[in-house]
């Protein structure tokens, strides 16, 4: 969430815009082939209509994986089933699930479901998924590393054969598995708030910092601001503009992708409102932003700032937040403080703390 203030003839507006990072259940990925050319030969292939080195475009991303799954080697039990089993009963066989995450911009704390399809053979009745006592969705450790050793197993039940004579030696087959999980922390950012001014080009180029997000990977700018629209730019730096919307109240942008990023990761501009500014507060939080004024809920309603107060260059901020045991209060504080040493009759004294 993006929030922008002007001042104009007819009053002081704040607009208020939610950036939000854009990702499917399944990344994105760029369809592109690998080139290379001796030197002084990219002129000439360029003379017959090739370029080696195509810039990117949005229409070239795809569906693919955040992750590669597995069955681990010697992972299933039993290994061997016995025939005398088989005769009598359907057999479960438990195969465990090994993960390696290849999206490295997700951030995946628990697994909340697995399903499985495809052309099964004619030994296997269905699949299921059983979880790791890790991968549900509890208050203990969840899921956090990028290599996951055992998510899960895939529960895989051998039909009955009452004809020994009939049993196959092995029983192989593909099973394509559907996950799902929770990456609103995806980079550090699912939604964020922002207050923005609307910036001439000096002001830009000074205060261009302040408005960083993805820990300076792009920078919001309010170019134009009306009664109930904006003009908003996202920048790679402070020179590089990637791409500029005029959103009216509640109109959201198209995807925007960031260079570097290609299909990795794309986000999202809405223009919520206008509001009169206030004295907010800007907090960081398990690396999202997030600026809130005095008496405003934040984190998806479970905390709430109660007192803003500055004097000088002290700052001061109180709050509470629901927890699973009740209400916590909290208070942070900017109290800047200076040593000072003074020299007197030649003879350095000792060094004073003042706040």
């Known amino acids: 969430m993006i929030k922008i203030r002007k001042e104009i003839a007819i009053g002081m507006f704040l607009l208020i815009v939610t950036l939000s990072l854009v990702f499917l259940v399944s990344a994105q990925y760029l369809k592109s082939s690998p080139q290379f050319s001796a030197p002084g030969s990219v002129s000439y292939l360029r003379g017959q209509g090739i370029d080696t080195f195509p810039s990117f475009n949005k229409n070239m991303c795809?569906?693919?994986q955040d992750f590669v799954l597995q069955i681990a080697p010697f992972g299933c039990s039993p290994s061997i089933v016995r025939s005398d089993l088989s005769e009598e009963q359907n057999v479960p066989v438990f195969c465990k699930i090994s993960a390696t995450k290849i999206n490295p911009l997700i951030d995946v704390k628990a697994i909340e479901s697995m399903s499985f399809k495809g052309k099964y053979p004619k030994e296997v009745s269905g699949v299921g998924f059983h979880p790791a006592k890790a991968a549900i969705k509890t208050r203990g450790t969840l899921l956090n590393s990028p290599v996951l050793n055992n998510i899960g197993y895939a529960v895989i039940v051998l039909k009955q054969q009452k004809n020994e004579s009939a049993m196959p030696d092995f029983v192989e087959g593909t099973l394509t598995?559907?996950?799902?999980y929770d990456i609103k922390n995806a980079f550090g950012i699912g939604k964020a708030n922002y207050y923005l001014p609307e910036?001439?080009?000096n002001e830009w180029n000074q205060r261009f910092n302040q408005y960083g997000f993805w820990n300076g990977k792009g920078f919001l700018r309010a170019e134009l601001i009306d009664s109930n629209s904006a003009v908003v730019s996202i920048y790679s730096d402070k020179s590089n503009k990637i791409s500029t919307?005029?959103?009216?109240k509640g109109q959201t942008s198209s995807p925007i992708y960031l260079p570097g990023f290609y299909c990795k990761a794309n986000l999202k501009l809405r223009l919520d409102g206008l509001e009169n500014p206030d004295t907010r507060v800007k907090l960081e939080i398990n690396g999202g932003v997030v600026e809130v004024k005095e008496g405003e809920n934040f984190l998806e309603n479970?905390?709430?700032i109660n007192s803003i107060?500055?004097?000088?260059l002290v700052q001061s901020v109180s709050g509470n937040c629901r927890t699973n045991e009740g209400v916590e209060s909290f208070d942070l504080k900017i109290s800047p403080k200076i040593n000072l040493s003074i020299a007197k009759d030649g003879k350095e004294e000792i060094p004073q703390t003042y706040n």
Not at 309 to 312: A, E, F, I, L, S
């Open 199 to 201: 910036l001439k080009d």
């Open 177 to 180: 598995a559907k996950i799902k």
């Open 309 to 312: 107060d500055k004097k000088g």
């Open 62 to 64: 795809g569906k693919s």
């Open 302 to 304: 479970k905390c709430r």
């Open 245 to 248: 919307f005029n959103l009216k």
